[in-house]
């Protein structure tokens, strides 16, 4: 797990209560999440507020398939069933479900990962968004 959010100690004593400690590794923040993501199959952010969803994008540049809440602005980096799929926030039980699925079916999980680096290319490409930022800020600036 990767991060430093409010729940890690419940985490950590959660894995400790399952018996699975010796098999969840707790990160904390990183520097150099590419590095991770290399080792990645899937990438789970259940969040309950998430403003645009940056880490939900990272994994899917790098063609992981996100399972996400449908939550804040990760509806529009996660298209449910072609990138990945949403749940609504605090639903774990299908977040396991959609685990379960994306761990037995290699290759949904292969298309569904390639679909996520071709939806960021295509939406999200710095080639793309930059100019969107540029005529915002020119709007802004000049009206």
Known sequence: MIGEGPELDY???LAISLG???KVMFRGSLLNVPKV???TDIFV???EI???GLAALEAMAHGIPVIASNAGGLPEVVTHGKTGFLVTPGDVDAIARYMDLLIEDE???IELGKNARKEVEKKFHPDKIIPKYEKLY???LYS
Do not use: K, T
């Open 138 to 140: 020119e709007r802004i």
């Open 50 to 52: 998430e403003a645009f």
């Open 45 to 47: 952010l259940p969040s």
């Open 11 to 13: 985490c950590r004593d």
């Open 107 to 109: 290759s949904l999980r």
């Open 20 to 22: 699975i400690h010796e």
């Open 37 to 39: 993501l290399r080792y």
